[in-house]
Nanobody, 116 residues
Framework: QVQLVESGGGLVQAGGSLRLSCTAS????????MGWSRHTPGNQRELVAS???????KYASSVKGRFTISRNNAKNTVFLQMNSLKPEDTAVFYC??????????WGQGTQVTVSS
């Protein structure tokens, strides 16, 4: 079992920055991927960033160059640094954790709202 606790969301103006964090606990040995997804108010879902156990990263084209995913292995935490935020980035962001067996765990979500 894996538990994920997210924080860092909030309300910012366009062009601003936020840093999301996600801390994992429980049976967290043996994983394939951790990532961040977002659900927009229009019910669209997108995997915006991910990092594998080997340290490789991928980004959605909509956020590449603006968002950076990173990890602190000692604290079992993954971060999403979001710069140059746009109103269309407004969404609930969810942290995900995929085990080596393929099971996916999700955090509770944190709201990000970007005003014009």
């Amino acid at each position: 079992q894996v538990q994920l606790v997210e924080s860092g969301g909030g309300l910012v103006q366009a062009g601003g920055s936020l840093r999301l964090s996600c801390t994992a606990s429980g049976s967290i040995f043996g994983f394939n991927l951790m990532g961040w997804s977002r659900h927009t108010p229009g019910n669209q879902r997108e995997l915006v960033a991910s990092v594998t156990s080997d340290g490789g990263t991928k980004y959605a084209s909509s956020v590449k160059g603006r968002f950076t995913i990173s990890r602190n292995n000692a604290k079992n935490t993954v971060f999403l640094q979001m710069n140059s935020l746009k109103p269309e980035d407004t969404a609930v962001f969810y942290c995900s954790y995929v085990t080596s067996s393929g099971r996916t765990y999700w955090g509770q979500g944190t709201q990000v709202t970007v005003s014009s």
